[in-house]
C-alpha cells in the first residue's frame, strides 16, 4: 500500500488544479472527505472484496486516484462524493481483475491463506449481523429517503436511473440520498 502523500495546510492546490477542483489537494478539503466519505467508501470495498486489508487498500488507492485527478472534477456532473464513487468503483473493479488474473500470486508460506481466502467468503455470521445493522439504520429512514439509499447506494444504480424509476427529478434523488447520508452518520454505530 502507498501512503497518501502529506499536504501543506498553505498549499492552494496542486500544480494543474483548476479553480473548480474537488479541494482534495488541500488539507481541510482532503479531511472534510475523510470525515464524510471515508465510512462509505470502506463499507462499499469490504462488501465488495469481503477482506479489510483489501479493502482499506482499495480506500487508500481510490483517495490517491482522487488526489492526483483532483483537478479534473467537474461540479456541473455531480457531487465529490459521487465522484469518489466512481473512482472507487474503478479501483474496485482493477483490484477484482488484478485477482482474477493471479489468483495464487503469493508466497510459498501465504498459499494457504490464499487459497483458503479466494474461495470463502466472509463469515456468515458478520454478513448478517451487517445485514441486520443495516436494515436497522434503514429502517429508520423516511420510506422516499430509504429507497433512494438503497438504489443509489447499496444497489450502486446510476441517479439519472433511479430518477427515472421512481418518477421524480435526479436532483429529488440526490437531496433524498444527501439527507439520509446526513442522518445516517448521526445515528449511533451501535444502533
Same mark, same amino acid.
Not at 5 to 20: S, V, Y
Not at 33 to 55: E, F, M, Q, T
Not at 95 to 121: F, K, M, N, Q
Not at 140 to 150: H, M, S, T
Given at each position: 500500500?502507498?501512503?497518501? $502523500?502529506?499536504?501543506?495546510?498553505? !498549499?492552494?492546490?496542486?500544480? %494543474?488544479?483548476?479553480?473548480?477542483?474537488? !479541494?482534495?489537494?488541500?488539507? +481541510?478539503?482532503?479531511?472534510?472527505?475523510? %470525515? @464524510?466519505?471515508?465510512? &462509505?467508501?470502506?463499507?462499499?470495498?469490504?462488501? !465488495? &472484496? %469481503?477482506?479489510?486489508?483489501?479493502?482499506?487498500?482499495?480506500?487508500?488507492?481510490?483517495?490517491?486516484?482522487?488526489?492526483? @485527478?483532483?483537478?479534473?472534477?467537474?461540479?456541473?456532473? #455531480?457531487?465529490?462524493?459521487?465522484?469518489?464513487?466512481?473512482?472507487?468503483?474503478?479501483?474496485?473493479?482493477?483490484?477484482?481483475?488484478?485477482?482474477?488474473?493471479?489468483? #495464487?500470486? +503469493?508466497?510459498?508460506?501465504?498459499? %494457504?491463506?490464499?487459497?483458503?481466502?479466494?474461495?470463502?467468503?466472509?463469515?456468515? @455470521?458478520?454478513? &448478517?449481523?451487517?445485514?441486520?445493522?443495516?436494515?436497522?439504520?434503514?429502517?429508520?429512514? $423516511?420510506?422516499?429517503?430509504?429507497?433512494?439509499?438503497?438504489?443509489?447506494?447499496?444497489?450502486?444504480?446510476?441517479?439519472?436511473?433511479?430518477?427515472?424509476?421512481?418518477?421524480?427529478?435526479?436532483?429529488?434523488?440526490?437531496?433524498?440520498?444527501?439527507?439520509?447520508?446526513?442522518?445516517?452518520?448521526?445515528?449511533?454505530?451501535?444502533?
Amino acid at each position: 500500500m502507498r501512503p497518501l $502523500p502529506t499536504l501543506t495546510a498553505t !498549499r492552494i492546490g496542486r500544480p %494543474g488544479c483548476a479553480d473548480r477542483c474537488a !479541494r482534495l489537494c488541500t488539507d +481541510s478539503g482532503l479531511a472534510q472527505v475523510l %470525515g @464524510a466519505d471515508k465510512a &462509505l467508501l470502506h463499507w462499499r470495498a469490504l462488501r !465488495r &472484496l %469481503g477482506d479489510p486489508g483489501l479493502a482499506e487498500h482499495a480506500v487508500q488507492e481510490t483517495l490517491l486516484r482522487a488526489w492526483r @485527478a483532483c483537478g479534473t472534477y467537474n461540479p456541473d456532473r #455531480g457531487s465529490v462524493r459521487t465522484w469518489l464513487l466512481t473512482i472507487e468503483r474503478n479501483v474496485l473493479t482493477d483490484i477484482a481483475r488484478v485477482r482474477a488474473a493471479r489468483p #495464487g500470486d +503469493s508466497a510459498w508460506d501465504e498459499l %494457504g491463506d490464499v487459497a483458503e481466502g479466494h474461495y470463502a467468503r466472509p463469515d456468515f @455470521a458478520d454478513t &448478517l449481523a451487517d445485514g441486520l445493522l443495516v436494515a436497522e439504520l434503514l429502517s429508520r429512514l $423516511p420510506a422516499p429517503q430509504r429507497d433512494a439509499v438503497v438504489q443509489v447506494i447499496l444497489n450502486d444504480r446510476a441517479y439519472q436511473d433511479v430518477a427515472a424509476d421512481m418518477g421524480v427529478p435526479v436532483g429529488t434523488v440526490k437531496t433524498r440520498v444527501h439527507y439520509a447520508l446526513r442522518s445516517l452518520r448521526r445515528l449511533p454505530l451501535s444502533a
